[in-house]
Each structure stands twice: as C-alpha cells, then as structure tokens.
T-cell receptor, first 112, second 116 residues
Framework: EDQVTQSPEALRLQEGESSSLNCSYT??????LFWYRQDPGKGPEFLFT???AGEEKEKERLKATLTKKESFLHITAPKPEDSATYLC?????????????FGQGTRLTINP | ETGVTQSPTHLIKTRGQQVTLRCSSQ?????VSWYQQALGQGPQFIFQ???????GRGNFPPRFSGLQFPNYSSELNVNALELDDSALYLC???????????????FGPGTRLTVL
C-alpha cells in the first residue's frame, strides 16, 4: 500500500532562517508528487507537481526537489506569511481514479 | 476563471441524521474528488467522479455517496451520521488524467461538519 511520511511534524524558524521539509514515499510507479500549502481552517492550495527524479520547481521562496524515494521542500529566507501546514501527496491509481495519498503534513511557524 | 467553491462553510448535525454537502468545480474541470480531513491529519480520499460516474472509492462505507452534475457541480451525501464523521470535507476538481500522469487537483475551502 502506498505510504507518505512527512518530517518533521512541526518546525519553528526565525524569519530569514532557511530550512527543508521532507516527504518520504513508497509507491509503485510514481505518477506525480504534489505539494500543497494549507492555512488553518482552509482548503489546501496547490504549490507544485513533480513527476520524475531530479526534477526541481521553484516559486518565490520555495523550491521542491524529487528523488526516487523522497521529496524536499526547501524554504529560503522565510517570512512570517510562510507560516502554514505543508502537505505532500502522491497519486495512487485506484480503479482509474486520481486518488491522492497525503502525508500528515508539516506545521511550519516563522517567527518575526 | 472561478475557483472551487463549497457550501455550507460550517454545519452542525446530530448523530443519525443525514447531510448533503455541495461543491462547484472549476470551470472546464470534468473530474471531482472528495476528501475527509480530520484535525491534525492529511486529507483522506473518499471517492472521485468523472463525467457523472463514480470511478474510484477509498475506504469509506456505502453511507457516503455522491453525485456529479453536468454543470460542474457535485454533492457529497452522508447518511446515519456518526460522531467520527466530524471533520473538514474537501472537494477538489481536476482534468481527467492525460496518459500516465496525473493532473493537479484544486481544492475548495471545505465544509466543517460537526456531529454531536
């Protein structure tokens, strides 16, 4: 069964202090790894899709990378508005549907 | 281009009751998925609809059912509510997969359901 594990569960950083979030996955035949940002009480907001090992994508202070077993979300010089829960998910092809299997998320807090 | 919308925002029901949650997909998206998210957890897949037919279901009992309409709207129905059904219910719209790869799913703001 496909599994996604994110670490750490929670991370507290000072403004400007760069770090990385980890997403480890086991899936038979990766069809896409997705990163989302979720603010409290709201729906996940799409950030990136990665399809193959070695692929990288960037958006403002965020950069996502992918290997055969894990993905990293690097955050460079974060600001307080980057505080959120970051979710990663892999696509599990079930009966032809696009089922996303999510990790439990990393709760990121950036202190000013 | 409008995003994904859901209604209502919040809902309080009692055990044993039935509930209908509504979703309006992003224009042009022919696939809608529903997820349940318990507090502090990642979303869990309930089922997916493509062209008004269910084409995949997660580990949820039959009392969770859905409908998809031609106008990009959809419904999630839950019968015989249980206390453990209290959660944030999310719908996500997307295009059907192209080849071997998945398309991005765009989520609505969710409906917070509380079962007392």
């Amino acid at each position: 069964e496909d599994q996604v594990t994110q670490s750490p569960e929670a991370l507290r950083l000072q403004e400007g202090e760069s770090s990385s979030l980890n997403c480890s996955y086991t899936v038979s035949g990766l069809r896409g790894l997705f990163w989302y940002r979720q603010d409290p009480g709201k729906g996940p907001e799409f950030l990136f899709t990665l399809y193959s090992a070695g692929e990288e994508k960037e958006k403002e202070r965020l950069k996502a990378t992918l290997t055969k077993k894990e993905s990293f979300l690097h955050i460079t010089a974060p600001k307080p508005e980057d505080s959120a829960t970051y979710l990663c998910a892999v696509q599990d092809p079930i009966q032809g549907a696009q089922k996303l299997v999510f990790g439990q998320g990393t709760r990121l807090t950036i202190n000013p | 281009e409008t995003g994904v919308t859901q209604s209502p925002t919040h809902l309080i029901k009692t055990r044993g009751q039935q509930v209908t949650l509504r979703c309006s997909s992003q224009s042009g998206h022919n696939t809608v998925s529903w997820y349940q998210q318990a507090l502090g957890q990642g979303p869990q897949f309930i089922f997916q609809y493509y062209r008004e037919e269910e084409n995949g279901r997660g580990n949820f009992p039959p009392r969770f059912s859905g409908l998809q309409f031609p106008n990009y709207s959809s419904e999630l129905n839950v019968n015989a509510l249980e206390l453990d059904d209290s959660a944030l219910y999310l719908c996500a719209s997307s295009l059907a997969p192209s080849g071997s790869f998945s398309n991005e799913q765009f989520f609505g703001p969710g409906t917070r359901l509380t079962v007392l």
